[in-house]
């Protein structure tokens, strides 16, 4: 018996998605005409019956998409494993076919593209923070609709899901000092992403509006988030600041794990904020205050948005900002002479 042609059939002889084939058969905008008469030229020379818009909304629910991530992102469970398993439930939700596949670094490299998003078998892409501006650009430049979690850049033409960074740094920032802190250290690389980089200016926008002038020696701009390099750091400064910010829950428990080595009290001689609000930030002793991002939110409006851009392929890019929500911990409290 002859298999029953369906869009995926026309979507693969085109090389283009299955909504673009549902757009074209059912007349709706979001594809040139050119594309229109070519689907309707393409259906017709496969075979193709098209059965009007009910069958045509029936066929679309088989939507796949694939979710990339570097392997050091996957690895990063009690962060990004939330936005990964937030991502998965959405799509066991919407009967939509879900793809999984690390970015080792030798791919990377060498721009190599997994193989359903290089054999046009995905209707959408979500990726999970950054890989790197050309390989992000070469996976876009597919023309399959693509979403980006906590990662932007000005040269990716891509919708994005972000935490607004500035303002959350503020806020903490901020925090530190109606606590009466004057001397606030910075910690975090970033270089590594332009998460923290965002996370310094918050920073320097609050010392700036509270008329403090920040100093050289309290900015540790390439921190890693290693024991030993914490420690040497703080170690090396000949005054330790009053109170420190830190731009995720590792480098906060490394920096309140090296003061407490060294003798000083949280919070009575030194405060620690940081962000995400992950197990080591409400494990640590005393547990630490912290930025909270909403990491399930960010998965199921990334799934939200990527559906959208699926139907919506030449509307304008996108950037939605979620705020990071103070909680008072522990770890911070009112300075002390």
């Not at 936005?83 to 596949?101: H, K, R, T, W, Y």
Request: with cysteine; net charge negative; glycine share 6%.
């Amino acid at each position: 018996m002859k298999r029953k042609v369906t869009m995926q059939d026309i979507a693969d002889k085109l090389g283009i998605s299955k909504n673009s084939v549902s757009q074209a058969l059912t007349g709706k905008g979001g594809v040139s005409a050119d594309t229109k008469d070519l689907v309707e030229k393409t259906a017709a020379e496969l075979g193709y019956v098209y059965k009007g818009k009910k069958h045509v909304q029936q066929e679309i629910k088989n939507i796949t998409i694939g979710l990339i991530a570097t392997e050091f992102a996957f690895s990063m469970k009690s962060f990004f494993g939330e936005i990964f398993l937030s991502v998965e439930q959405n799509a066991i939700q919407n009967d939509v076919n879900l793809l999984i596949q690390s970015i080792s670094e030798t791919s990377k490299k060498d721009l190599i593209l997994p193989s359903f998003i290089e054999e046009n078998r995905v209707d959408g892409i979500i990726i999970v923070s950054h890989i790197s501006l050309d390989y992000i650009n070469k996976v876009i430049s597919t023309g399959i609709p693509t979403v980006l979690i906590d990662h932007h850049h000005p040269l990716i033409h891509a919708d994005a899901i972000l935490t607004n960074n500035r303002f959350g740094a503020y806020s903490a920032t901020k925090h530190l000092i109606d606590l009466g802190h004057r001397e606030i250290a910075f910690v975090g690389n970033v270089d590594f992403s332009p998460s923290y980089y965002e996370r310094m200016e918050g920073y320097l926008l609050a010392l700036k509006d509270a008329n403090i002038n920040p100093k050289d020696e309290f900015m540790f701009l390439k921190a890693k988030e290693e024991n030993g390099v914490i420690d040497q750091y703080i170690r090396s400064l000949k005054n330790i600041p009053s109170a420190w910010l830190c731009v995720n829950d590792g480098l906060g428990f490394m920096v309140s794990s090296t003061l407490k080595n060294l003798g000083f009290k949280i919070p009575e001689h030194v405060s620690v904020c940081n962000f995400d609000n992950g197990q080591l930030s409400q494990v640590s002793d005393p547990p630490l205050t912290t930025m909270a991002i909403d990491l399930k939110m960010y998965g199921s409006n990334a799934f939200k948005q990527l559906l959208w851009r699926i139907d919506h392929p030449n509307e304008p890019v996108q950037e939605i900002l979620f705020p990071a929500n103070l909680i008072k911990r522990g770890s911070t409290g009112e300075f002390k002479i």
